[in-house]
């Protein structure tokens, strides 16, 4: 089986090749009682702070095996993003997260 992680954490290690960057993971943080995940990423340089979010979805055969057809399967747009909670809380319809507009 594809494991998602692994896209994140191979993501992850690329980062931190590049040079004078600070390579911070995913940080989890609470909001009144609720707990949030940040982006999987944040880099830091001098001049920029670059956040990044990894998206993966498990490769078909063909994508694995470098068919033409296959890699163009994976072109398409990805899937609608999971909303982005830590274990630490539960989340009910109508909790405020930290995007809404007052």
Do not use: C
């Amino acid at each position: 089986m594809w494991p998602p992680q692994a896209s994140g954490e191979y993501v992850g290690r690329q980062l931190r090749l590049i040079p004078d960057a600070e390579v911070i993971g995913e940080i989890t943080y609470q909001v009144k009682r609720n707990w949030f995940l940040s982006v999987d990423w944040i880099v830091v340089l001098d001049d920029l702070v670059l956040l990044v979010e990894v998206k993966s979805r498990m490769p078909t055969e063909g994508a694995r095996l470098g068919l033409e057809d296959g890699v163009a399967e994976t072109d398409g747009k990805p899937g609608p993003a999971r909303p982005r909670y830590s274990d630490h809380g539960r989340r009910r319809p109508g909790d405020r997260t930290p995007g809404d507009a007052d």
